[in-house]
Nanobody, 121 residues
């Protein structure tokens, strides 16, 4: 059974950093495509980072490029999202997602329950 469990959300002041974690079971962070997404209040879900397992490339949305870094820990089978220089517009529920074959900017087969990040001025 595939399961994704996010953690690390909370209240953060503008300019500060936060690291989110996503524990993955039933699959492997090394061989499954994975991604981070977020949904701000009143808005649709959007992608934050997509990890291409085949090329090793990570694609970031322009809004987080240079501030957010996604990474994997093979030993812990965990995906991370390091978020620096946080802004109020980064507020939202953050989800990690995976698929056996492909994660796109809009679609994934498996989703975690999400972890909420609130950035206040």
């Amino acid at each position: 059974q595939v399961r994704l469990v996010e953690s690390g959300g909370g209240l953060v002041q503008t300019g500060e950093s936060r690291r989110l974690s996503c524990e993955f079971s039933g699959g492997s962070v090394d061989s499954w495509p994975m991604g981070w997404f977020r949904q701000a209040p009143g808005k649709e879900r959007e992608y934050v980072a997509l990890l291409d397992v085949w090329s090793g490339n990570i694609a970031y949305d322009d809004s987080v490029q240079g501030r957010f870094t996604a990474s994997r820990d093979s030993a812990k089978n965990t995906l991370y999202l390091q978020m620096n220089s946080l802004k109020p517009e980064d507020t939202g529920i953050y989800y990690c997602a995976s698929s056996r074959h492909e994660v796109t900017t809009e679609k994934a087969d498996f989703w975690g329950q999400g972890t909420q990040v609130v950035v206040f001025p």
